[in-house]
């Protein structure tokens, strides 16, 4: 049906690449393009078949890209670089013509600051070019949020409490890795705690709130509220909200270690001089962690993300679990890559597969919950990431 471009060729893109080649009946040509070509070209010779073309390009020089697009010519891109290239890559979209989707908003390089406000503010200029963005199309960002559109839409009159909870009960057996680029991991989960209550933001002390959730086929893990991108688009997209959180479990070990790096100013993200070079000491630690990319060979165990929602059905207050667990091992069997990526990837290709279809198709920038969640839904029981509804039962909240 179309011509597909992924920019980006880490844990995500090759799990990207892996699914948008058993989908040909809707991707009709397929490049993979990344700063270095030598990684799209080992996931292109994994798949096999000369099925992936490949490319070089700098996604931070909006030339660049136009010289790639205009010779590629595709019909939609899927960004799954850093989101540190967002408005470059949604720049050279309005220029050539193309069609955006991503996992992750645009954060500045210098500043660990997520909101959508970069990206929303380009909602005039993808209309007038009659062009769509999906923002945020991975898990959570992603699915996390197509749950809540889903229990919305069929489940209740009005949701007034959402819990968005992140379970990995994987074991890669490092002492210390992030699951996805350490730089932007860190980023993440070293900021304060944010929630939303009553119509306002609650700030809170990094890993401030915490208690030991259930989670499916896992038992009891301790989960930490922390601020999540997701929940800036679904307060205003789901007004009716009084309260919305996002909780992620952290092991001690990795706790420990995340406080040994901030303390000693490991995940500064200013530069410092070392032997006349400026460095970049969270970028320096990245260069020296275990690449997320291969975590994947002895990775054992699942993770478990879902929403937990409490609203009103029919004038009677109800409760409605939706979630996903995912195996690390079955993850790197299918693709090379393990559960984290996995998660992100299958839900870019649906997405991209969403606008193919024609069905996530409007000129303008949306986050997912905005488009019907109903064949997203469907396409994730194909795709490898079946979900599992509950209802009526004890938050936990
Ligand atoms: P990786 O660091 O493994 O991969 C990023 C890739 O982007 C690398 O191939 C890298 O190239 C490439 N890249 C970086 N800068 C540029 C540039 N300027 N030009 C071209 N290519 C570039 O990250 P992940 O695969 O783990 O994550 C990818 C994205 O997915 C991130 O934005 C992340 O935030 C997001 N994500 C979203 C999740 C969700 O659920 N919504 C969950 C997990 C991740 P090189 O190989 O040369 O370094």
């Not at 992140?166 to 350490?182: E, I, Y």
């Not at 040994?260 to 200013?270: E, L, P, S, T």
């Not at 997405?351 to 000129?363: N, T």
């Amino acid at each position: 049906m179309g011509k597909i471009l992924i920019i980006g060729a880490g844990g995500v893109g090759t799990v990207v690449a892996h699914k948008v080649a058993q989908n040909s009946d809707v991707f009709t040509e397929i490049m993979l393009a990344s700063r270095t070509k030598s990684k799209c070209d080992a996931i292109a010779q994994a798949i096999g078949g000369n099925k992936i073309q490949t490319a070089k390009v700098d996604a931070d020089d909006v030339e660049d890209l136009k010289r790639l697009f205009n010779s590629f010519k595709p019909e939609l891109v899927i960004n799954v670089a850093l989101p540190y290239q967002d408005l470059t890559i949604m720049d050279a979209c309005l220029a050539c013509g193309v069609n955006y989707l991503d996992t992750a908003n645009y954060e500045p390089k210098d500043e660990a600051k997520y909101e959508y406000g970069w990206q929303w503010a380009y909602q005039d200029r993808f209309k007038e070019a009659g062009l769509t963005a999906i923002l945020g199309c991975g898990f959570d960002p992603g699915v996390t949020s197509v749950f809540t559109a889903y229990a919305a839409k069929h489940h209740f009159d009005e949701i007034h409490y959402l819990d968005i909870v992140d379970c990995n009960a994987g074991d890669h057996g490092k002492a210390f890795a992030t699951n996805f680029n350490p730089e932007i991991n860190i980023r993440e989960v070293t900021q304060k705690g944010k929630y939303w209550e009553n119509g306002e933001w609650i700030e809170t002390e990094p890993h401030e709130i915490h208690k030991p959730l259930n989670y499916p086929n896992i038992g009891p893990k301790e989960s930490y509220v922390i601020y999540h991108e997701e929940l800036e688009s679904l307060v205003k997209n789901f007004p009716t909200l009084k309260r919305a959180r996002f909780w992620m479990t952290f092991g001690q070990e990795y706790l420990t270690h995340l406080r040994v790096i901030q303390n000693i100013g490991m995940a500064r993200i200013d530069p410092v001089i070392y032997n006349g070079v400026e460095i970049v000491p969270i970028q320096f630690l990245k260069a020296v962690l275990p690449d997320p990319g291969e975590l994947g060979e002895n990775y054992t165990g699942e993770t478990s993300i879902g929403c937990r929602i409490k609203g009103v059905k029919d004038g009677k207050e109800r409760t409605y679990y939706v979630y996903n667990n995912c195996s690390h091992e079955a993850a790197y069997k299918e693709t090379g890559a393990q559960g984290v990526s996995y998660t992100t990837g299958v839900p870019a290709t649906i997405g991209a597969i969403m606008f193919m279809k024609g069905l996530w198709r409007k000129p303008g920038v949306y986050n997912v919950e905005e488009f019907n969640p109903d064949p997203f839904m469907e396409q994730l029981n194909k795709q490898g990431l079946p979900w599992h509804e509950l209802f009526d039962i004890d938050l936990e909240m």
